[in-house]
């Protein structure tokens, strides 16, 4: 895809989420910390302080917002599994962008990333059925079922680690 802004695609799932869907979805949320690693390994401070497109993130801020968002939607799991559609609350992520820690050296979140997908991934492969079925309530967007919300942040990994290697690509680093 040629805009840079979304590598591949909005994410859409329309339909039922099958099993071999759900499966599909986590195994890409676990896959995500490695492919991460690997992409930014080899950048240094100058290319990782390079935005990924005009206007946008640099490279090292989409790395420490990876974890920063996942810690976000992995509470929220948690929140609706234990809870009745708890309401829970947003967050600023361009002002999070922002500030200090998202400056600092990667390697920090890139080991917080690899935490928590290997926590959110073991919770994700042990949900039931009814677990699946089960949802939170975001107050701008609605409704999310637990179901949707795994593939929203499978795509969303995806997403940027495409900002990642799209840049990485385009410099020909």
């Known amino acids: 895809m040629n805009d840079l802004r979304y590598p591949v695609g ?15 979805w986590i195994d890409e949320i676990s896959a995500l910390p ?19 497109r ?3 993130w640099t490279l090292r801020q989409v790395v ?7 810690l ?8 609706a599994l234990t809870e009745d559609e708890p309401t829970i609350k947003p967050y600023d992520e361009a002002r999070w962008a922002e500030l200090p820690d998202s400056r600092a050296s990667i390697g920090v ?4 990333t690899e935490a928590v997908h290997a926590r959110w991934t073991m919770m994700l492969r042990a949900m039931s059925d009814a677990d699946w079925r089960r949802r939170f309530i975001h107050p701008d967007s609605g409704p999310t079922d637990l179901d949707r919300a795994v593939g929203l942040y499978a795509w ?5 680690l495409a900002h990642i290697t799209g840049t990485v690509t385009r410099h020909g680093w």
């Open 156 to 160: 969303h990994g995806r997403h940027h």
């Open 34 to 52: 490695v492919a991460l690693r690997r992409a930014v390994e080899p950048l240094n401070d100058d290319q990782l302080d390079t935005a990924y």
């Open 10 to 24: 909005r994410f859409h799932h329309s339909g039922n989420v099958s099993h071999q869907q759900l499966a599909a």
């Open 109 to 112: 979140s890139l080991s917080l």
């Open 64 to 70: 420490h917002h990876i974890p920063d968002s996942h």
């Open 72 to 79: 976000n939607c992995y509470v929220r799991f948690k929140l």
């Open 54 to 56: 005009p206007g946008g």
